[in-house]
């Protein structure tokens, strides 16, 4: 019986190439030796998926995903290791390992072509990261198309891919972020503390595009029909938008649950990036509150991809119920 081994890469979705033409192009290099297995080296496209809220057009890439150990070192690290794995072992996730994707999104409103948050970047490919690009491609949308970059706050995954080989990886894009991010990131004042990597990362970046930036406040509006919320906690000046058209809504949660079991069931549970774990245990019951509340989707940056949901308000916290066709009709 012939076999097939397929890089594990290739089975999540996630390996690095150049920028593709069409999401049909899958690079394949076959090798069969006498007495040894059928083996398949293969590049795969990128997961994007699409879909309307009124007259606008989003699109979700997924730019990568990284496997963990020990989901209680991330999530839940103010609860015993016993507690979170038993909350896993409800949901049929296992207890030592979990998977960490990321979703930048493209709203195009027929006006502007908007892209929230840029991925991991370049520094990422070698890992089977760093996606957007090609992505963006796979749906017909070059780097110069992008006209507004939407960065809903400043950790490396959210902003690696704003520069390509030290150019301006959206060349006619202006830009978009909180006031309060920003000033917090680029203060001097973040060196020689646990923050002063992403500060240099910040500098490099973000700080070399201030001279096209619009700097928002809460309730800040980036087109007609996108206004921007403070949801502050994972970081000071994090945002979170909401998008509505013809009737139909969408927020954009960003990093406010990092993920749809740990984050969600338990909202007060202590999240290790969370720069401010007590505000952002607030935010996330605020915002998923009105999410719920209101019986709106959301798509959060770490959920499942293609990253969109609803969430119904349970004892706890929130029960995730992800995107189906209700888009579609």
Known sequence: ????????????????????ASPAIIRSHVFAQENKPLEIDRVTPPDIHQFKVGGFQVLVVKDGARPSGNPGETFG?????????????QNFLPTDQFVNSFSPTLIDTGSDVILFDTGLGKAARAQGGGRLVEGLAAAGYMPEDISIVVITHMHGDHIGGIMEDGK?????????????????W??????????EGNHKAVLSNVK???????????????????????APGHTPGHLIFNIESEGRRLVLTADTANHYILSLERPDWEVRFDMDKAEAAASRKKVFDMVATDKVAFLGYHMPFPAAGFVEKQETGYRFVPKSYQFDI
């Open 168 to 184: 301006p990886a959206f060349p006619k894009a202006r830009y978009v972020t909180g006031q309060a991010e920003y000033d917090f």
């Open 77 to 89: 690290t103010d609860q015993s290791p016993e507690t979170v794995g038993e909350l896993l072992t």
């Open 1 to 20: 019986m012939t076999s097939f081994e397929i890089g594990r890469r290739a089975l999540l979705g996630t390996a690095g190439l150049g920028i593709i």
């Open 186 to 195: 680029t203060d001097t004042a973040r060196a020689g503390t646990p923050a």
């Open 208 to 230: 070399p595009h201030a001279d096209k930036m619009t700097f928002l406040q809460d309730g800040g509006e980036v087109v007609s029909g996108i206004t921007a919320l403070l």
